[in-house]
């Protein structure tokens, strides 16, 4: 081997060594994450469900939750041969995300596959390719005299809960959403978002807080005024823009529990959206902690929602994600199991499918590979509420 050959040689193993897809502008990132060693004491997995009666429909979204979040979490919290209350759910599917101008969905056509059943173009809350109002499962709900409800880590406003009450062109439209949330009649909403309610913060100096108080609802904006709350009727917006887990601030497991308490006191039954929002913002910032802390929350938060519907017993809980963010992977094992590589080869969503999971009444409709928009139609037929999706002319 000459000089040359040497040089040669070493030129094409820096270049094999080169992130993979080739793109100059993102570079991957590697990370380190600790694996849970100690004891396990793994939730008790859970069985279906034989009655068939479903009074209750509660949905909960991982926002860009693919395996890999899952896995992730669990490797951290409970360790390799543990299991998250996520895993405890029986029956497991798996759903394609794609848009319809794009094989990469965004939030809000990832919303609004759920809400209304029907593709639409990234961006687009609640409304189809060429803009006209698709009525959403929540809207369905309502109309049939249900208790509905959204509760997210985001602002309330954001793609995900606002896909569910609001009609907009562009999911921008945040001052637009949140006066369209009070017209949609949803007597729970919790999350964060005051700068677009208060008239303080909004260019239109519009009440929003005023004209929701008006409509019975009590305005909450502390963890404490939210334990404290009696009303069947709660605006709870507990950060100016999304939580930022400050000790004022509610966690999620907190929110949903409280939602559910009121939601169920209407016996003609209720549809609750929940979002863990964050996961997917840990995705796009390439940060395996933050994706674990989020994971952590939303499995607490699973864990209240599913002690809740085995007591109920027609309550049908159905867990998924819009899409999956950043691609994680989980490469290599450090420190003789100890620890785990994580890579991230980008910091936008990815097409890769995710996981879906139910229990409760009728859980094994969501078996197998599923379109996005299958959940949205089949959870409004079985919630009895109407046919979706339903086009508004
Ligand atoms: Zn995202």
Redesign the pocket.
Same mark, same amino acid.
């Given at each position: 081997m000459n000089r040359y050959t040497v040089f040669l040689v070493l030129f094409l193993i820096f270049t094999a060594c080169e992130k993979p897809d080739g793109d100059e502008t993102e570079q991957a990132v590697i990370e380190e994450i600790s694996v849970h060693t100690g004891g396990i004491q793994n939730p008790e997995r859970l069985s279906l469900v034989e009655s068939t009666k479903i009074t209750n429909v509660i949905l909960l979204i991982g !926002?860009?939750t693919g395996l890999a979040q899952i896995t992730s979490g669990q490797l951290n919290l409970v360790g390799k041969d543990g299991m998250l209350h996520i895993q405890t759910m029986p029956v497991t599917g798996i759903v394609k995300t794609h848009s319809s101008d794009n094989l990469i969905t !965004?939030?809000a056509a990832g919303a609004t596959a759920y809400s209304c059943g029907i593709k639409t173009y990234n961006g687009a809350i609640a409304v189809t390719p060429d803009k006209k109002r698709c009525k959403t499962i929540l809207e369905m709900a309502e109309e049939k005299g249900l208790a509905t409800g959204l509760v997210a880590t985001s602002s309330i406003t954001h793609a995900t809960p606002a896909s569910f009450g609001a009609h907009v062109e562009s999911r921008s439209m945040e001052n637009e959403i949140a006066a369209q949330l009070l017209a949609s009649g949803s007597e729970i909403l919790l999350g964060g978002g005051m700068e677009f309610f208060a008239s303080d913060y909004r260019e239109d100096s519009r009440d929003l807080l005023g004209e929701f108080s008006e409509a019975g609802y009590q305005i909450l904006s502390t963890a404490a005024e939210l334990e404290a709350a009696e009303g069947n009727k709660l605006l709870g917006l507990f950060a100016e823009d999304g939580l930022e887990r400050n000790n004022s601030e509610p966690l999620l497991p907190q929110m949903a529990e409280i939602a559910i308490d009121r939601l169920s006191k209407d016996e003609d039954g209720f549809f609750l959206m929940i979002e863990g929002s964050q996961i997917?913002?840990g995705?796009?910032g390439n940060d395996a902690n933050y994706v674990l802390e989020e994971v952590r929350d939303f499995d607490q938060t699973v864990k209240a929602v599913l002690d809740f519907a085995q007591k109920d017993g027609e309550t049908l809980v159905v867990l998924t994600a819009d899409?999956e963010?950043g691609g994680m992977t989980l490469t290599n094992q450090k420190e003789e199991g100890k620890a785990m590589e994580i890579y991230w080869p980008t910091d936008?969503?990815t097409a890769t499918p995710v996981p879906l999971m139910a229990y409760g009444p009728r859980a094994l409709e969501f078996m197998g590979w599923r379109d996005n928009t299958y959940i949205g139609v089949k959870l409004a037929e079985l919630l009895d509420v109407g046919t979706l999706p339903s086009i508004e002319e």
């Open positions: !926002d860009g !965004d939030s997917d913002w995705g796009h899409h963010t936008y969503h």
